[in-house]
């Protein structure tokens, strides 16, 4: 090759290589991220300074509610990419351009109670749930930042970011923080007009103000909110006409310098059919995910929940047998423990782990981890040595011929399939093979002590 060294261009030779290795890690992050990540999040960074005497790179973003949110998703990624492109880099920094426009800072909350007008009330004024308050709000890893930002923007006087988009899976606590930042906000200033809708009322209210010719007053009404807060807005996204009442609400309620807050059960870039231009303002806001729990927020929940049940006494077993057992959300939680103390106060029986394991057979169940048939071959074949396409095989001699019978069997106990699809994903046999084969196992299980023990830890293995 033909490697013209950097002769006479002193200046560029430092930061050459830095734009050079900058276009190779955008390269990767976007095939890693996705096209739509990257351009809403990612595009906009600008290459800063580089300081060689510290080995501080520093990257730039418009706004900093967008480098915010850059530091929160991708400080680590970018900073191993820029390490191991280049190792005189340490360190990198992720902040605002010095001459970027600063969006969205500084919203003033209304007026104090003292010298508030006449506004609160209006059609739509929120009806609050009461047990969803930000201090019995449990927080841990998978929700510290949804929660900060909600109590940050409800009880600032002035608050760095609007609007604040919080996302996650169902039953993770989204309604729950909606409702405690309505609760927060209206403590510090009862004559705030706040709003709490779900995205499918605003639907219901928006087709139903076209059908009475009355939008201007449905506009006016969201429009005068100090807070608005809209609930799942995945439920608009699609909907064309709907939606963009919806952001055309949205623009005006964030450029007055008015609160909003939505949530939705996935990230903006991951709504369907969402404009980008719209995309990118709700980027000027603080998008934060909330996680599904890990044990020891579980854990925390339950004892948490506990302590406004004082007459159901839980023992420290079971409480660490439903946390571990009941990790799908933080709402099938709470229903398993109203379900002890409801049964608890029929009966007179003490909760323990068969009282508990009888309660909640079926949610338990549901919360198993899924096992697929593929998984159950593989481990049969690995255990007995033999190649995973005998399961699927025709031959019948004995050493592959049992281990296929197991296999069909714990099919049938561990997953949901159906004699048919088992007998299918096993080459095709027919659902009497799988009959005979699961007769013949259970027969085998009573006599030989082995093949019980090996079905038992096979199974403990694809449970765990
Ligand atoms: P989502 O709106 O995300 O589907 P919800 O806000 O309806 O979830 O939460 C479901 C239930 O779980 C609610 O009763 C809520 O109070 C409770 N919950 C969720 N997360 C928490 C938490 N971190 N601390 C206390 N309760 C929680
Ligand atoms: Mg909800």
């Known amino acids: 090759m033909n490697q013209s060294p950097a002769t006479g261009a002193a200046l560029k030779a430092d930061t050459d290589p830095i734009t050079a290795a900058w276009e190779q890690i955008r390269t990767g992050l976007r095939r890693d991220c996705g096209a739509r990540t990257f351009d809403g999040w990612l595009r906009p960074i600008m290459l800063g300074g580089f300081d060689a005497g510290t080995g501080i790179l520093s990257l730039e973003l418009p706004s900093q509610f967008m480098a915010d949110w850059v530091r929160t998703h991708f400080a680590e990624r970018l900073a191993l990419a820029w390490r191991s492109a280049l190792p005189s880099i340490r360190q990198v920094e992720i902040g605002v351009g010095a001459n970027s426009p600063r969006t969205a800072v500084d919203i003033p909350a209304p007026p104090l109670v003292e010298d508030a007008p006449e506004s609160k009330g209006g059609l739509y004024a929120a009806q ?29 006087d002035k608050v760095a970011f609007n609007p604040l988009f919080l996302h996650g899976g169902t039953g993770r606590g989204k309604t729950h923080l909606l409702h405690a930042i309505g609760h927060e906000f209206r403590a510090r200033r009862p004559n705030a007009n706040i709003i709490y809708m779900s995205a499918e009322k605003f639907m219901v209210e928006f087709v139903a103000a076209l059908r009475a010719n009355e939008t201007i007053r449905f ?94 006494a839980v023992p420290q077993d079971v409480v660490m047998f439903l946390a571990k057992r009941i990790s799908s959300n933080v709402r099938e939680l709470e229903g398993a423990l109203n379900r ?5 106060a029929m009966t007179s029986r003490v909760i323990d782990l068969d009282f508990v394991s009888e309660v909640l057979a079926n949610i338990l169940r549901a919360n198993q981890r899924r096992i697929s048939i593929d998984e159950i071959q593989g481990k049969v074949s690995d255990h007995y040595r033999i190649r995973k396409a005998e399961m699927t095989s025709a031959r019948r001699a004995r050493e592959v ?64």
């Not at 002890?340 to 608890?344: L, T």
Request: charged share 30%.
């Open 128 to 156: 609050l749930e009461p047990r969803y308050r930000l201090d019995n709000f449990v927080v841990g890893k998978a929700n510290e930042v949804a929660f900060n930002a909600a109590r940050t923007l409800a009880a600032n």
């Open 340 to 344: 002890i103390a409801a049964y608890a």
């Open 401 to 464: 011929a049992r281990p296929r019978q197991v296999a069909m069997y714990l099919s049938k106990q561990l997953t949901p399939r159906s004699l048919p699809e088992i007998g299918r994903r096993f080459g095709g046999r027919d659902h009497t093979t799988v009959i005979h084969a699961v007769r013949q196992i259970e027969k085998l299980r009573a006599l030989d002590a082995e093949l019980d023990a090996d079905i038992r830890l096979l199974t403990r293995q694809l449970e765990s």
């Open 219 to 312: 506009k006016q009404q969201l429009r005068s909110a100090d807070l608005l807060m809209i609930d799942d807005v995945q439920f608009i996204a699609g909907k064309e006409s709907t939606q963009e009442e919806f952001f055309h609400t949205m623009n005006e309620i964030i450029s007055a310098g008015r609160r909003l807050v939505i949530s939705s059960d996935r990230a903006p870039q991951d709504l369907d059919g969402i404009e980008p231009r719209i995309l990118s303002r709700l980027s000027w806001g603080l998008v934060a995910d909330i996680n599904a729990a890990d044990l020891e927020l579980r854990l925390n929940i339950i004892i948490k929940k506990l302590e406004a049940l004082p007459d159901v």
